[in-house]
């Protein structure tokens, strides 16, 4: 069983990071099938316009932001295997298989940047919107 390192956990027990998110990450760490680390949850306006200039975001308006959203709390994560190979996508793929299967047990709705059509970002999960 792995578990979550401090730097991952700081993230995750952030105030501003969305309940149902931490719930699926601390329950989907327990019978994972590869280690993984929590690259980033909350995010600043500012960070994300350093983002969006280097191209690595699409939007301004990123779910990581928690007044980008309504209910005011950040409502994303991005997670890499551990440890971070950016080239190994299986694994991203076997990761986010096993996050998804987690979030339906849990009854938590949420998308994988992996399955978006204009721009894939692996890493990056989020609550979907109702």
């Not at 191209?55 to 409502?75: A, D, Q």
């Not at 440890?83 to 793929?93: G, S, T």
């Amino acid at each position: 069983m792995y578990k979550f390192s401090q730097k991952s956990l700081e993230k995750i027990n952030n105030p501003l990071f969305h309940s149902k998110l931490r719930l699926l990450l601390t329950e989907a760490i327990q019978n994972s099938p590869l280690d993984f680390t929590v690259i980033e949850t909350v995010r600043t306006k500012e960070k994300q316009q350093d983002y969006y200039k280097k191209g690595v975001s699409k939007t301004l308006k990123s779910r990581h932001i928690p007044e980008c959203n309504k209910s005011g709390m950040c409502e994303a994560f991005d997670i890499a295997p551990y440890p971070v190979d950016w080239q190994n996508l299986e694994q991203f793929k076997l990761l986010a298989a096993h996050i998804k299967k987690t979030a339906d047990k849990l009854n938590i709705n949420i998308q994988w940047g992996g399955d978006w059509k204009t721009f894939i970002d692996m890493p990056h999960f989020e609550l979907k919107r109702k």
